[in-house]
């Protein structure tokens, strides 16, 4: 796949650092991918919500940036699951889309506190947008193998249907009654071409979250709430929550980066 920016940087494929490789790809569109990255030893634990870093060297350098896993940390010994947006910048994306299964890495972790509360009966909200679905994507998947399902609503926020990443699994899920979720996908961009026959709703998550709310009757005292994106959304939806009567500590949050910095060289999600 071609990249949209000439990256001429040569990639080291073997270094003594490297304690992990690509060992699965899978393209949603030209700028959104799956990657599984495995450890060549044995797995590292971790919670779902957590992130690991990854990289690889090149020019000298290592390249690298921290991710949210999708997958369920009992399927760590098969390896560690991301959904990633190509960046259209040199740094370390562009070196990923370059890179071949079974090329090695570096990967390091987990780290992160965006974790869900045991044994938590309210109906659980994941509000994302874009990439940041990833973490709710575990979590499910944890809870699931560990058959200890809690009801879920799933509002995930993208331009373009089309970058609906896990939309398959969550209607799967939600269809044949696998697991308790109800799965809101929202488009922001409905009258573009690219959205041709979506008849679902339309607008950001922080335009549609309060609609969503009161048609299907969540309550702020029955209710917690994880929002995963960039920091300007995740006010914005905050600030809707705050105003139908969600307490703030009712309400965790993942930023992207942190507000005020460059997008691109910030980690996890």
């Known amino acids: 796949m071609s990249l949209p ?41 971790f919670d779902p919500g957590q992130y690991m870093t990854i990289g690889v060297f090149a020019d000298e350098k290592l390249w690298q940036r921290p991710y949210s896993v999708a997958s369920a940390p009992t399927d760590a010994a098969d390896g560690y699951e991301f959904y990633v947006r190509l960046v259209p910048i040199i740094r370390f994306t562009t070196l990923l889309w370059r890179l071949q299964v079974g090329q090695q890495m ?71 009654g696998t697991y308790p979720v109800r799965y809101v996908p929202t488009v922001s961009r409905p009258a573009d071409p690219r959205n041709a026959g979506w008849d679902g709703r339309a607008g950001r998550v922080e335009a549609v979250i309060g609609d969503v709310c009161k048609d299907l009757g969540l309550r702020p005292d029955r209710t917690v709430v994880y929002i995963c994106g960039n920091p300007d959304m995740i006010l914005n939806v905050e600030g809707v929550l705050m105003n139908r009567g969600f307490p703030e500590f009712h309400v965790k949050k993942e930023l992207y980066w942190p507000k005020g910095k460059d997008a691109p060289a910030a980690p996890a999600g």
Request: aromatic share 8%; hydrophobic share 35%.
């Open 106 to 176: 570096r990967m390091t972790g987990p780290k992160g506190r965006f974790l869900l509360e045991p044994d938590d009966r309210r109906t659980h909200l994941f509000v994302s947008t874009g990439t940041g679905i990833a973490p709710f994507i575990s979590m499910i998947r944890e809870t699931l193998a560990q058959r200890k399902p809690r009801r879920t609503v799933v509002l995930h926020g993208v331009s373009y249907a089309d970058e609906l990443g896990y939309r398959d699994v969550l209607e799967r899920w939600e269809r044949d």
């Open 5 to 45: 920016i000439d990256d001429s940087r040569v990639i080291v494929t073997a270094d003594e650092r490297y304690n992990a490789r690509v060992v699965e790809r899978r393209d949603e569109t030209e700028t959104l991918a799956y990657f599984k990255v495995r450890f060549d030893g044995e797995p590292v634990p």
